[in-house]
């Protein structure tokens, strides 16, 4: 199987932050030989800066061989600087699960021994980190509380507080839980990979556009994702430190010395103790149950003068012209989303709110910022030149979303069946591919300061 590890450098290692609540330091991810002719995964020494207490396993397949299958695979490749991968081909036509994930439970037991530097455990026998294949459908990652211990500067990881995360397995993909609509698999990687790119297009390589985008100190990405933007940002601002949490382990290897990713739910306390000067959301539509609760929590972590920044698209699907009629496919796809969220208790149309809900939270000199996403280059020229581009973009990164966040809003919120929702789906991707419906997302930023006084 031809490819390369997809996780950050260690998951529960970190440098401490002299200001953060203790996190357990108990699960971390072993780094996987992809260069094997078997199916099961054959592991490689570990960094000796990590623990082995708990041990969770992430094997992906090489984004060549995902990105050469798309029109876009060129400029995909070129212009994000992606991962690094092997032009060699790839023979496995295991398409059960291009992203493996293990429970530790079901691990073999580990001859550890202790680090002299770092009192950090490691494994002396990679032969018993061997591991079978049939429990690839629940993934928990269950970190045990413990103080931190201090780690060397450079390393790079994600942190865990009493976290336990149920990752599960639906419709071929991996979503991790519930009430979350997008899967976290090696797919929806790439997927948030042309998101990404979308959203350079979107502001022209701006990456914020608040007062804190020229001089942030302490910044904070929720729902970092892949970690595109914190990476990003960390690039262009190295006097800063940034922190990117997200409820999954799927943040990229290479990161910058100021970067560090967290393993969070943001809908639980946050423990940060040192205010952060600059905050930021982007496309974490239908992530929240209550955004006014994720604002105020965003208030009390932030420094007076400090800012808020979000940036989302939100529903209904709208058409100026007569290309979309109400009965077409991706109108009733618009209304039957937005049906579904709301009986999820996470409307897809609340970014349209955001200004308001940011000033019941007590934010104030809100600004609102409006823009389109065709689905399609429809708009070319009409407007500005990157209007192409944005339509391209924003169809793929549509249709790479498709069946995945729809097939788990109809089925359980609609009550559809797998084979109707798929049907359906092919129906909204043949009308999307055809280019006749003139439809567009309405794209949101929204930014307010917190009150010095």
């Known amino acids: 199987m031809s490819g390369q590890v997809f996780a950050n450098e260690a998951i529960a290692a970190s440098p401490a932050h002299a200001s953060e609540e203790p996190r357990s330091n108990d699960t971390t991810t072993i780094y996987i030989d992809p260069q094997s002719s078997t199916s099961d995964p054959v592991p490689v020494p570990i960094d000796p800066l990590l623990p082995a207490e708990d041990v969770v396993v992430v094997v992906v397949d090489d984004v060549t061989e995902h990105a050469e299958s798309s029109d876009y695979a060129e400029s995909f490749a070129d212009d994000l600087d992606m991962f690094p991968g092997d032009d060699d081909d790839d023979d496995d036509d295991d398409d059960d699960a291009d992203m493996a994930v293990y429970a530790a439970a079901d691990r073999l037991s580990l001859d550890t021994t202790e680090d002299e530097a770092t009192g950090a455990q490691t494994t002396n026998d990679a032969d018993s980190l061997m591991m079978g294949t049939d429990n690839r459908s629940i993934i928990t990652l269950d970190a045990p509380s413990s103080p931190r211990d201090e780690r060397a500067p450079s390393t790079r990881t994600i942190m865990t507080e009493d976290l336990q995360l149920s990752f599960q397995k639906r419709f071929g993909r991996t979503y991790p839980s519930r009430d979350y609509i997008l899967p976290n698999d090696w797919d929806e990687c790439i997927r948030l990979a042309i998101q990404h790119h979308l959203w350079l297009y979107t502001y022209n390589k701006r990456l914020a556009n608040s007062p804190k985008r020229e001089r942030a100190a302490r910044v904070l990405d929720c729902g970092t994702g892949t970690g595109h933007w914190a990476s990003d940002f960390a690039d262009d601002h190295p006097e800063a430190i940034v922190i990117g949490v997200d409820l999954s382990p799927i943040q990229l290897n290479a990161v910058p010395p100021n970067l560090f990713y967290e393993i969070y ?52 699907i709208m058409c100026d012209d007569d290309t979309m009629p109400p009965n077409s496919a991706i109108a009733r796809w618009s209304t039957l989303l937005m049906e579904a969220t709301e009986l999820m208790g996470r409307p897809c149309n609340a970014p349209s709110s955001f200004k308001q809900l940011l000033d019941l939270a007590g934010f104030e000199a809100i600004v609102e910022e409006k823009t389109i996403w065709p689905i399609g280059p429809w708009n070319a020229g009409n407007n500005h030149p990157r209007d192409r581009e944005i339509g391209v973009w924003c169809r793929e990164n549509c249709l790479e979303a498709l069946e995945a966040s729809t097939m788990h809003l109809f089925t359980q919120f609609l009550h559809w069946s797998e084979e109707d929702t798929r049907d359906f789906c092919n129906e909204v991707e043949r009308e999307i591919r055809g280019g006749g419906i003139h439809a567009y997302f309405t794209v949101y930023c929204v930014y307010g300061r917190k009150p010095y006084a």
């Not at 929240?288 to 979000?310: N, Q, R, T």
């Open 265 to 316: 739910d943001l809908e639980q306390p946050w423990p940060w103790r040192e205010p952060f000067d600059f905050i930021f959301f982007r496309h974490m539509n239908t992530a929240f149950a209550d955004w006014v609760e994720i604002f105020e929590k965003a208030l009390g972590h932030l420094e007076p003068g400090g800012y808020i920044e979000l940036q989302d698209n939100s529903f209904p």
